[in-house]
T-cell receptor, first 116, second 111 residues
Framework: KAGVTQTPRYLIKTRGQQVTLSCSPI?????VSWYQQTPGQGLQFLFE???????NKGNFPGRFSGRQFSNSRSEMNVSTLELGDSALYLC???????????????FGNGTRLTVT | KNEVEQSPQNLTAQEGEFITINCSYS?????LHWLQQHPGGGIVSLFM???GKKKHGRLIATINIQEKHSSLHITASHPRDSAVYIC?????????????FGTGTLLAVQP
């Protein structure tokens, strides 16, 4: 089975621009979650989607948004980029077997975003 | 105070040593994850626990729900175990609740 694929791997943007990152989960996985990792704040949860519905959202401003498509692929968008948005953005997929149950997370290699 | 605390923050060991990394949390949780991150960014999920103990190869993870504490043990450590180890908890009772991460433990195993 192919792993979680994130594109692009690296991205350089300018302040004020917007960016869209993509995540393709493992085949059959319907849950996709996004995380931001910075040296100062560590790993922080952004949002989680299941069957095209956002199930949970972290404490990030509205400039951060996401969506999930019917094939479970997910995108996240950051508008009006700020220098502080420079980070490694990771997505993970999982396959919760039943409501209320947990399953391991499978992470992609991340997209490293640099805002100048 | 962070809701998830890890100790130590940095750990240097000699090859072959037994290693323990600790994770304490202050909230009710439904599951705890141990993650491994190598330089370059990729994260691998090592364990997911809601009670008891799990073992995979040289790695052992335990959790004590009453004491709100988990440990990750590495037996017969090897230089390839050098990585950042991160504890993350699923807050609350729901499987859909968000993950909260510890700050990680940087492990260096010297040959």
């Amino acid at each position: 089975k192919a792993g979680v694929t994130q594109t692009p791997r690296y991205l350089i943007k300018t302040r004020g621009q917007q960016v869209t990152l993509s995540c393709s989960p493992i085949s059959g996985h319907r849950s996709v979650s996004w995380y931001q990792q910075t040296p100062g704040q560590g790993l922080q949860f952004l949002f989680e989607y299941f069957s095209e519905t956002q199930r949970n959202k972290g404490n990030f401003p509205g400039r951060f948004s996401g969506r999930q498509f019917s094939n479970s692929r997910s995108e996240m968008n950051v508008s009006t980029l700020e220098l502080g948005d420079s980070a490694l953005y990771l997505c993970a997929s999982s396959s919760p077997p039943r409501t209320g149950e947990h399953s391991p997370l499978h992470f992609g290699n991340g997209t490293r975003l640099t805002v100048t | 105070k962070n809701e998830v605390e890890q100790s130590p923050q940095n750990l240097t060991a000699q090859e072959g040593e037994f290693i323990t990394i600790n994770c304490s949390y202050s909230v009710g949780i439904s599951a705890l994850h141990w993650l491994q991150q190598h330089p370059g960014g990729g994260i691998v999920s090592l364990f997911m626990l809601s009670s008891g103990k799990k073992k995979h190869g040289r790695l052992i993870a335990t959790i004590n729900i009453q004491e709100k504490h988990s440990s990750l043990h590495i037996t017969a450590s090897h230089p390839r175990d050098s990585a950042v180890y991160i504890c993350a908890v699923r807050r609350g009772r729901g499987a859909t609740n968000k993950l909260i991460f510890g700050t990680g433990t940087l492990l260096a195993v010297q040959p």
